[in-house]
């Protein structure tokens, strides 16, 4: 019989330090893959180029042939209708990435205990159900904004706001201290899990 590793999303505001908890979790021994990695493979299959050469136009590949994500980026990021069609497209491939991943995890002669995933869209997408458990990163404001320059823009105005993502959350760590805090809260939560 295979034991399924705890299931466990991170999600958050731009720039609230998502990839930072993902690193602190691996550090900690827990199995981890970001939904933007997921996204870069994505972007390497011939069906997924097509879709987005067909919708986009050729504008969207880099000399090599590749897509070039920064085209794709400045295509969608003022043009709503854009972007939700490139969300749509990726969000359902993305799951099916993350739930194959587990499901390897799964099958390995000693499967980790926990497995993390950073879905930033987690809430948004309605992917929480694939999830046992959710952290949400949060950052002020002017914390968040001084990371990621994106933070704070129309972008971010499309997600729910940090308050709503934490009353819904399992686990919440306000990243506003040092690295070693923030992996002093990974490893409570992997001790909590493992128990």
Not at 45 to 55: E, G, M, P, S
Not at 79 to 103: F, I, K, M, Q, T
């Amino acid at each position: 019989m295979t034991r399924r590793p705890v299931a466990v999303a991170i999600t958050g505001g731009i720039g609230a330090g998502k990839s930072e908890a993902l690193a602190a979790f691996r550090r900690h021994g827990a199995a981890t893959v970001s939904s933007d990695e997921i996204v870069h493979e994505l972007l390497r299959r011939d069906d997924v180029k097509q879709a987005i050469v067909d919708r986009l136009g050729l504008g969207m590949l880099a000399p090599d042939g590749e897509l070039d994500r920064g085209a794709i980026g400045a295509a969608v990021f003022d043009d709503r209708e854009a972007l939700e069609w490139l969300e749509g497209l990726l969000h359902p491939l993305v799951s099916a990435e993350y739930l194959r991943w587990r499901e390897q995890l799964a099958s390995l002669p000693d499967p980790p205990r926990v497995s993390v995933t950073e879905v930033p869209l987690l809430y948004e997408a309605g992917s929480e159900s694939n999830f046992d458990k959710v952290v949400v990163i949060t950052a002020p404001e002017k914390v968040r904004r001084a990371r990621s320059p994106v933070a704070t823009t129309d972008r971010e105005r499309r997600l729910l706001p940090d308050r709503e993502k934490a009353a819904r959350a399992d686990f919440v760590y306000r990243n506003v201290g040092t690295l070693a805090e923030l992996d002093s809260f990974a490893a409570g939560v992997l001790r909590e899990l493992e128990s």
